[in-house]
Every structure is written in structure tokens, then in C-alpha cells.
């Protein structure tokens, strides 16, 4: 029997929870020709929402191409134009002549690299090969337009988790390139995506920067318990399995509506359920949930000073004034230069944010609150 909850690749088709009006909003965007910087924590979807939406687009128009860049593994500036160039001709054609055409006409001093696949002899692998010195890096960061102009189409550039480009050591003169080539394409739309809030707001909502005002910032929100419960409900129907309401609403609960976590949670709960689920059955996946994630978490915290194990300890029993004597005193933070130092490090790194509108912070992991809270408290 297939399993119906899917988490740790992207949420497709019959595994999408439908996110209609975000789609909607992402759709009417991009086809205007106005570049969305998307953000969102991690493990809330926005890589599902990107491709389901840009996937419509093509449907509903056969001159739209998508160009999809993954930033998590590129490392130098030299590897950014690469990929950038490798996509943007591979999403335009799937005959390799026509890409070897392009790479002719539209990219001087680049060789095209071809090779035949490990797992077969038919298949011929594209990349290009080129010296940082020899190219010039406008050409490449206006391919898009060159190709969407010639060729009547309209283009949509996503860059997953584009923030982590920051952390390439040419990224500043990369940004400024960047911006001067894409803020005039008429032809080309840039969705550009990331889970680091801090970093992505600081690089397009900041004046200073190159990328301020690229675009429209889209944050986006949870997929509403009313939209998860009927989800969970239906997909264990579909298997003969019986899930109630208020279970799949303590599910959303507990996990605060996180779309990787409320497909996780419910894999565990379907796995152990043979026809009904029980609050044992709920309390053992739960479980199971927590152990599978904890060497991430042992991870994610393994290099934490001392002073900031102490300030999770206190966000985790609610405190707020952090700066107070009492406070300071009780879980002892160190002094003001310390706290102030660790709040923007630990809010940096996504352990907790401060709660909007409110006078309190509030684990951005809800499991891993879970988790902190039973090692640690």
C-alpha cells in the first residue's frame, strides 16, 4: 500500500494541500512580470507552493519556461554562473543540439560539456565549462531575456534559498551584477525564495542593498488547521483507515500547523494505525517523531555556549524580559552586551522569534520545543 503522507521532498499533486489563494497571488505575480522575494521558515512549504504554482503557469501558457536553482549547495561565485547559465538553457529546450546552439550564440568563451549518464547509455548530460576570467558575467546574467526575447517566451527564474548566496565570498559585487542585469529584463520574472528570515529581509527590505525594492516580498503563512483537517481525514479514508477530527486537530496542535511536521506526525500516526487511530497510537508516533529528528537537534545544538543553552531554557518557560535582573539572575545570561549579543544569534539562527504584537518569543521549531523541553527542563 502506497503511503499517503509524504515529508522530505516536495508536496506534489494529490499530496498538495491546496493553498489556493496563495497560488493564486504567486501566479498573478509572476505572470505580470513582477519578481516575488518569497519567505518563510523552514519545512512550511514555500518549495511546493513555487513549483505547483509555476507548473499551472505552464499549463495555462505554452510560452512560459521555468528555470528552477537550488542556492543550498553553491559555494563561489564561479559555480552561480554555471548553474545559472546550465538552467536557464536547459528549462528553454530539451533537444540537446538546440542547447549546444545557445551556448554558441549567447555565451562567448564558455564550452559546453556533454556526457552520457551513469545509469544509461541513452541519456546525455548537459553543463558547461568555462574560466572565471574569460567570461563576461552580464552575458550570462542576461541570457534569460536573450533566449525569452529571440524565442517569444517568458521566463520565471527561481532560486531556492537565495540567501545562502550571501554567504559566497564575492557575493557583494555577485549582488550588485545581479540586480543591474535583472531589474531591466522585460521578458524574465525572478522568484527568489528563502527560509532565513533575517537574511532575506536584510537583503531586500534593507535600503543599502542592492536588491532593496526588486520586488514584491511575499511572506507567506501557514496552511490553516480548517485546510489540514479535512487533508489528514481524507488520506486516511483513502486507505481504509479511520482518523477523527479531533485527532487530526490535535495533530495540527501540536505541531502548530507545519506542513513538513503535519505530514511527518500523521506518517508515524497512519503507520501504527491498522484500522483506528487511539490517543496511544497518537502518543507512540509522537514519539517516534521526536527520536527521528533529535540527532538533527543534537546537531543544531551541539556548538551553543553555555549562556545561550541558558537563554532557550528561559524562552522555553516563557520569559520575555530577558534583559530584566530577575531573569538574568535566575538562568544567569551573562551581561547586557552577552544577552543582546545571544538574542540576535539565536533569533538568527531560527531557534525562536519574537511573537508579533505580543510581549513574548516562541520556539520557531515546535518539535524540537518538544524535544528541548523533555533533555532539558
Avoid at 218 to 245: Q, V
Wanted: charged residues 25%; contains cysteine.
Amino acid at each position: 500500500m502506497e503511503v499517503p503522507f509524504k515529508f522530505g521532498k516536495l508536496a506534489e499533486n494529490e499530496n498538495f494541500v491546496d493553498r489556493i489563494d496563495d497560488r493564486r497571488k504567486l501566479k498573478q505575480l509572476l505572470s505580470s512580470g513582477i519578481n516575488v522575494m518569497l519567505v518563510s521558515p523552514r519545512r512550511w512549504g514555500k518549495s511546493s507552493l513555487v513549483q505547483m504554482a509555476t507548473r499551472e503557469m505552464m499549463l495555462e501558457d505554452k510560452n512560459v519556461r521555468v528555470c528552477y536553482i537550488d542556492a543550498m549547495g553553491i559555494h563561489s561565485e564561479a559555480e552561480f554562473y554555471r548553474i545559472f547559465a546550465r538552467e536557464v538553457i536547459a528549462c528553454t529546450s530539451t533537444v540537446l543540439e538546440k542547447r549546444l546552439d545557445y551556448v554558441k550564440r549567447f555565451l562567448r568563451n564558455i564550452r559546453p560539456g556533454v556526457s552520457l549518464s551513469a545509469n544509461s547509455s541513452e541519456t546525455m548530460s548537459f553543463d558547461l565549462k568555462f574560466d572565471m576570467e574569460d567570461i563576461d558575467e552580464y552575458e550570462i546574467l542576461n541570457l534569460p531575456q536573450k533566449i525569452a526575447s529571440e524565442k517569444g517566451l517568458r521566463i520565471i527564474v527561481c532560486i531556492d534559498e537565495f540567501q545562502q548566496l550571501a554567504q559566497i565570498p564575492q557575493y557583494k559585487s555577485l549582488e550588485g551584477k545581479m540586480r543591474s542585469a535583472w531589474q531591466s529584463q522585460q521578458n524574465v520574472s525572478y522568484c527568489l525564495y528563502g527560509s532565513k528570515r533575517h537574511m532575506m529581509l536584510d537583503i531586500f527590505n534593507n535600503s543599502s542593498n542592492p536588491f532593496y525594492r526588486f520586488g514584491q516580498i511575499f511572506f507567506l503563512k501557514k496552511i490553516p488547521e480548517n485546510e489540514w483537517i479535512p487533508f489528514i481525514i481524507g488520506k486516511f479514508e483513502a486507505t481504509k483507515k479511520k482518523m477523527s477530527a479531533d485527532y487530526a486537530a490535535k495533530i495540527c496542535e501540536t505541531v502548530r500547523c507545519l506542513s513538513w511536521y503535519v505530514q511527518q506526525y500523521c506518517y508515524f500516526v497512519w503507520s501504527n494505525t491498522s484500522k483506528v487511530v487511539t490517543d496511544e497510537i497518537l502518543d507512540l508516533a509522537l514519539t517516534q517523531m521526536i527520536e527521528m529528528n533529535a540527532p538533527m537537534y543534537e546537531n543544531d545544538t551541539e556548538n551553543l555556549t553555555s549562556a545561550q543553552f541558558a537563554m532557550l531554557k528561559a524562552v522555553a518557560n516563557g520569559e520575555f524580559m530577558l534583559n530584566s535582573a530577575s531573569v538574568v539572575k535566575k538562568y544567569d545570561l551573562g551581561n547586557a552586551q552577552t544577552i543582546t549579543r545571544n538574542k540576535k544569534i539565536l533569533q538568527e539562527m531560527d531557534f525562536f522569534e519574537k511573537v508579533a504584537g505580543e510581549d513574548k518569543y516562541e520556539f520557531c521549531d515546535p518539535v524540537f520545543e518538544i524535544w528541548f523541553k523533555g533533555k532539558y527542563m
